[in-house]
């Protein structure tokens, strides 16, 4: 049988992990099964374990199961720990490691495969759940400036800025502030208001035509922010679609001490997605 792999979340069908996967193991021989599996958060625990006692081998985990996640690690990477949330999962002799690769992967999009220089920028990060605890570390640690963290429940966002202030200049601040606010260099959406009844209501002041707009979702989930973004006139706009590719990456060395190539897997889910 081959080592087993899996994505958790709710929903799942829509990801793209288990072809990304699929195509990194081609590239080294590795032959191992991915699948996704859909879970409610009110089973993830016991499907996690089950999945553990069939003898999986590791696993990514999204929305909105990457804070239980962290709560269930036996053992966990210094970026988790100050992440609070687990998107990785390794199977070791003492249980679940977790460790949480959608900051470093946003980074390498960012940075390596765009070019653009963090260093000195200062960023609006728009949510503070799983995704946002997991990216706003790396940004700090990839130069930004100042980071700006707001959320609807602004108790989130001050409990993410609380983990994370040694880190660097990061401060909470209240949705209602925003209008308030001069245009930033780096807006991040990681929000996940794209799937939600309500949409995302941002004022326009917030950016201009040399703010760069990120969205950590990608397709349908990312057009809503992007939309946003061409309206107040950000000319420059990027989708997760280059972070899932690069945290996929982590994830991978992280179970095989392989470094999959990254460039042609993202070319060929963007001419599949029909976005080049």
Known sequence: MNPRYALFG???????????????AQQFGIAMDYVAIDVAPDAFAQTLQKFADDGGWGGNVTVPHKQAAFALCDSLSGRAQR?????????????????????IGLVRDLTIRHGYDLHG???LLLGAGGAAAGVAP??????VRELVIVNRTQA???ALVARIAEAGNVRACEWSELTALRPFEMIVNATSAARAVQPLSLPSSLANSQT??????????????LSWATTVGCEARIDGLGM?????????????????????VLARLQNLAGTR
Request: aromatic share 8%; net charge negative; glycine share 10%.
């Open 10 to 24: 709710h929903p799942v069908a829509h990801s793209l992990s288990p072809q990304i996967h699929a195509q990194f």
């Open 83 to 103: 992440a609070g949330s687990v998107n990785t999962l390794l199977r070791t002799e003492s249980g679940w490691h977790g460790d949480t690769t959608d900051g």
């Open 121 to 123: 920028c200062r960023a």
């Open 138 to 143: 790396a940004l700090l640690d990839a130069g």
């Open 156 to 158: 989130n966002a001050a």
């Open 212 to 225: 760069l707009a990120v969205d950590l979702g990608y397709g349908n989930a990312a057009d809503d922010f």
């Open 244 to 264: 899932l590719v690069e945290q996929a990456a982590e994830s991978f060395l992280l179970w095989h001490g392989l470094r999959p190539q990254t460039n042609s």
